[in-house]
């Protein structure tokens, strides 16, 4: 771990830099296995299947009695605890509903927004040594609460050909409509082009490796919506002498297990503070199953000492993390002036993994410094808004002559001749209201 | 102008196909403009506004003095009428605000999302014969209302080095912050990677030509957000007997004077009225100032005879318009069905021209089929939103074990720890409520 001292701010571009990956050859080899699935469908993705997850399906689909089985499988306690985050979620995206309300924008002119579910989503839940049935949870909910017709989920085999039955259950309880065992960049192909067996989706979501990063960013050229550019996760920890020492080291080490490549930061007023947190950690690490891997993303991780709050709120904003945990005594002063994060944890008692798994929040976020621009995965994530407008006589009556003179001052004659037309059929003067003629 | 009558389903994505355009080499092209703009900054963009403006600037930057010389040479006529559509676009995107609401997804547990304006924001205003001083406004006044602290603006110099006085007034108007006389490839890269003299932006809006289309794609896939991916404009029109063909045809050729590669599509139940609205499209035709432009559109339009409404709904779900103009009878319950389009103009009275004009709502929108899952540029936008959590001690206690459970699952041990401390530290067992036991 790098510790750096109230560092100066000509330094930070270069403490804060994200490792740079070199993806030109990476895409080269994802856009032939893309355009074989284009161009072979099914048997490609059979050949493609075969040769990168090592087995032969006969079929892609997962069928009702595969998803009874998964049920069966799975352990009572881990089905109640999937219940109980499922139902924190489907509330907080819920509670993200808007009405339509008409608004009379000038008198005689409606407009207004309807929001309209995204009509097929694929979704996308990585395989490898963690089955991540939470993922499933937090982008099957929002696409079911916004009214996606078409669920459509791909997750790989592993080399018997099952999917982990946490996965599947967890996909039947989100109203998951279709789900087919394909990984990687077959399965974000099979949903952007859509085979004989896999619908074509609108718009693709989930995390991945490398592969599937190239993937989805190729395919969003030209082909398909995609949820957001993708990194390696993130969390940015805000403690002070109130903080919690071992609780800070948790919630680094819980970032530092996701990968090697993970990024972690600790800023701390205090010196004091930053050491008790490393000793944390050294203990911490050693009970840990995926230890190497935290030690490894530990290895790139900075520790920044800044005695000036303003700065510290700067840095962040400048950074702009995934993840921003706030432990200060006075966190919510802090959070307030917080405009790049992706999800924020108050206090000392709101770790990020409560986040990950079950407070309601969504876990899908932007990383890389895309929170600059770029919001979480949310309802509207699923959603379109479609704007309407209806004129009455009246209305174009007033507004018309405006129309007129900017399309004509935009040399757009047609545009012009659309309301010209209008307005000599209903007459142009035959109710002018003394208003009208004051505005032009 | 083409004809299909009734259409079998199977023909309508050869029907509804949009012309495909080979960008490979215009992608090079592109690439090449903006690595001489990474690597060489404010020296780069004067050879290149020499070069493809033929003009050769000391200074990109627009001054106070140019923004009152512009207002000073501006008709009243027009400012009023362009003042009048900001109060419309402005009311209309005012109302999208939403409140922070906090909820509690389950005891203690608190959530919520914070709307906060994207810092930097970039918008591009293309030059050429019309001055689109209305972009302008549909960009910048939703960049203010956000709440956006650097709106910057760019537009490509005419040969003496002048921006149009209406561009520079709307954009003094809607409250851009920064206007930068640079245009195509070199104000996409300026305003991504940022010069001596250009900000770097969070996020890149506005149309252009097939150059700057593909700067912003390029851009987007490393560098910046950019709004949407962008095509040629496009409109739909539903009509029947109760239709004005007079209006219908002038709605037609308002689309199709944009440029040649403008899509035009009328479906109507009646072959007599599509008749009808032939012969006023020749009349209407001749007079416009844009004939040539507009002719070679319509070359390409299609006009469908088709009986069946649910057939109608379905072809343009699934041609998915920018704009859609339902001019018949049953306005209100045909819009009720659309669940793929940008932006919808209901009656006889509502022309395209309003929206891109002065109703209120946006006319940046998406093209190609991209409705299917994107909005058009809204409040939104220009706003991210973060999400907030806090836990109270009850709420870990009772939040706690459902995350630990699920962490276990997923073999994310660091993650299970986290909860864990915490959870012996404030008493696991101590206040454990009933219902928690009911639950795990």
Not at 128 to 138: E, N, R
Not at 223 to 231: F, L, Q, T, Y
Not at 364 to 375: E, I, R, V
Request: hydrophobic letters at 40%; charged letters at 20%; one cysteine or more.
């Amino acid at each position: 771990m790098k510790l750096f001292t109230n560092p100066d701010k000509k330094e930070w571009p270069l403490i804060l830099a994200r490792p740079l990956f070199d993806v030109t050859e990476l895409n080269s080899k994802v856009k032939s296995i893309l355009d074989e699935i284009k161009n072979r469908g099914d048997v490609a993705l059979k050949e493609l299947t075969n040769k990168f997850d090592g087995v032969n399906l006969s079929d892609f689909v997962v069928t009702e009695e595969d998803f009874s089985l998964a049920e069966s499988q799975l352990d009572d306690q881990l089905k109640k605890a999937i219940s109980f985050a499922a139902k924190n979620i489907e509330k907080f995206h819920s509670f993200q509903k808007h009405d339509i309300k008409k608004i009379e924008t000038s008198h005689g002119v409606f407009c207004w927004q309807k929001q309209v579910a995204i009509e097929k989503v694929g979704l996308y839940i990585p395989g490898g040594s963690a089955p991540l049935f939470s993922t499933v949870l937090m982008l099957a909910l929002p696409a079911r609460i916004a009214g996606c017709r078409e669920i459509i989920m791909c997750s790989p085999p592993d080399k018997n050909g099952i999917i982990n039955p946490a996965i599947l259950y967890a996909a039947k309880l989100s109203g998951v409509t279709r789900f087919f065992k394909l990984g990687g960049v077959q399965a974000i192909g099979a949903m952007t082009y859509g085979t004989e067996t896999v619908p074509k989706a609108d718009k693709i979501f989930g995390p991945g490796n490398q592969y599937v990063m190239a993937a989805k960013q190729l395919v969003s050229m030209n082909d398909v919506a995609i949820d957001m550019p993708a990194g390696p996760s993130e969390v940015a920890i805000i403690a002070d002498d109130s903080s919690n020492a071992s609780f800070v080291a948790s919630d680094l080490l819980s970032q530092a297990e996701h990968g090697p490549d993970s990024q972690v930061i600790l800023i701390s007023k205090s010196h004091n503070f930053i050491d008790e947190v490393k000793i944390q950690i050294d203990m911490q690490v050693q009970k840990l199953p995926r230890k190497e891997i935290a030690l490894k993303a530990l290895s790139n991780s900075i520790l920044i000492v800044m005695e000036d709050e303003t700065q510290i709120i700067e840095l962040i904003n400048t950074y702009a993390p995934e993840h921003l945990i706030i432990s200060t005594n006075n966190y919510a002063e802090m959070a307030s002036k917080i405009i790049n994060a992706g999800s924020v944890f108050l206090g000392n008692l709101t770790p990020e993994s409560a986040g990950d798994y079950a407070s309601g929040t969504n876990h899908t976020l932007p990383t890389n410094g895309w929170t600059k621009s770029y919001s979480g995965v949310n309802l509207d994530s699923f959603i379109k808004k479609i704007t309407f407008q209806e004129i009455t006589t009246d209305g174009l009556r007033e507004l018309g002559p405006v129309i007129e003179a900017m399309a004509e001052a935009e040399h757009l004659q047609a545009h012009k001749n659309a309301v010209t037309l209008r307005l000599e059929a209903i007459g142009r003067n035959k109710y002018q209201s003394p208003r009208l003629k004051n505005k032009l």
